[in-house]
């Protein structure tokens, strides 16, 4: 509980470019304030097929964003996924389609995304939740692009 609450301290004080311009942060934004997560970014199709496979445990406030080379129809499954997560959904601008909430470990049904997802932000299940998240929200990110809803400031 002590590292979430560092990290919200560190959100707060930060700039909005500051925290999320960043090729290892995921900054989001929406009717609940900000939210700030540490990010391994996957965006390459191996990368990708691996996700968060075989990750025992995940720190708070991190997670994994996949980047796509555009807008498609987005599935994920949990095949060997170890840990509850929570997908987040968003469109070609960074805004958030979708959110699936607490993905069962190692269940193989396909969940569905949406259609037009360029962006798929995976944190530990329950913090969509947590947080207050909801579609509208928008993603800041060096690689939302090339128009996105919230520009990263250089």
């Not at 311009?21 to 934004?29: I, K, N, P």
């Not at 960074?94 to 944190?123: F, M, N, R, S």
């Amino acid at each position: 509980m002590r590292r979430f609450a560092a990290a919200l301290a560190l959100m707060a004080t930060t700039g909005t470019a500051q925290a999320a311009c960043r090729d290892d942060a995921v900054l989001l934004t929406g009717d609940f304030g900000q939210a700030s997560f540490a990010v391994t970014v996957a965006d390459d199709p191996a990368e990708r097929a691996q996700g968060l496979m075989n990750v025992e445990d995940m720190p708070r406030m991190t997670g994994m964003l996949f980047v796509y080379e555009g807008p498609q129809i987005a599935s994920f499954w949990m095949r060997n996924t170890l840990i509850p997560l929570d997908m987040i959904f968003a469109d070609e601008d960074g805004v958030v389609q979708h959110i699936h909430a607490e993905a069962i470990p190692l269940d193989e049904t396909p969940i569905l995304g949406g259609d037009d997802i360029k962006y798929v932000l995976e944190v530990n299940g329950g913090m969509a939740d947590r947080l207050g998240l909801s579609p509208g929200d928008v993603m800041q990110h060096p690689a939302i692009g090339p128009d996105p809803a919230m520009p990263c400031v250089s």
